[in-house]
């Protein structure tokens, strides 16, 4: 089952997915007409998951990590479906990255492995986009439009052994599974939350595969995973938005 919130003239509504419209609880709303896909939750952070692919960390010349490598985007970097990445005035080298996402339903800490299904409320896509020329990872990774999202949360899926394919600009740039990561769902969302007290919609990401380039103004960015759904943002210049 999708759950998706519908931006709309009159306000946020939400409800569930299906065939270009959300059936929120005072009736039928059809995307485009009605309103706009948003972001599919509003988190208090976004928990984010470095070096969780082999073949990135051989791309970046990474060392593998012992422990899940995590760094944290703040809510205001978030955007949703179709909304434009700005290109920072200030880097000179931008990056994307597809990203699996869970969305967390209820307020919890300490959580064993075991029990990570039973917290979750579903699965969603995020692009961790990344200055990379700037010094410090906050630095990179905590800005405006640097987290697109979306496009709903998927509430009936495995993520293990889920197939993924970033296109940009007609042109495949990433293809891998889940499969492939270092640590798995369940284990990162155990690791973080004996650590921070989870919030109900908080996100946690779980990675990227290997990253092929960087992004520029008037690039189309498309990420899908398979039995979630697929992301579509665009890049343009700070001086396109008013």
Request: glycine letters at 8%; hydrophobic letters at 35%; proline letters at 9%.
């Amino acid at each position: 089952m999708k759950h998706a919130r519908l931006q709309t003239p009159a306000g946020i509504v939400s409800g569930r997915y299906h065939n270009d419209t959300v059936n929120a609880p005072d009736g039928t709303y059809t995307v485009g007409r009605d309103g706009q896909l948003a972001v599919p939750c509003i988190p208090s952070a976004l928990y984010c998951v470095g070096r969780n692919f082999t073949a990135t960390l051989d791309q970046m010349d990474y060392d593998r990590p012992s422990v899940p490598d995590f760094f944290i985007k703040p809510p205001a970097a978030l955007i949703g479906p179709a909304q434009p990445i700005r290109y920072p005035k200030w880097s000179d080298k931008l990056t994307y990255a597809g990203e699996l996402a869970a969305v967390i339903d209820t307020r919890c800490r300490d959580i064993e492995q075991s029990s990570v299904p039973n917290i979750i409320r579903g699965y969603t896509i995020l692009n961790d986009i990344d200055a990379l020329d700037q010094e410090g990872r906050t630095a990179r990774k905590a800005f405006d439009t640097s987290a697109p999202l979306g496009p709903w949360i998927e509430t009936d899926v495995d993520p293990y052994d889920m197939s993924m394919e970033t296109i940009i600009n007609g042109k495949t740039r990433q293809s891998a599974t889940t499969k492939q990561m270092i640590f798995d769902p369940y284990k990162i969302v155990s690791f973080l939350s004996q650590r921070f007290t989870l919030q109900p919609g908080d996100v946690i990401s779980f990675g990227s595969p290997a990253n092929p380039g960087t992004i520029e103004p008037g690039d189309n960015i498309t990420i899908t995973y398979d039995g979630v759904g697929t992301l579509e943002n665009h890049v343009i210049e700070p001086a396109d938005v008013s």
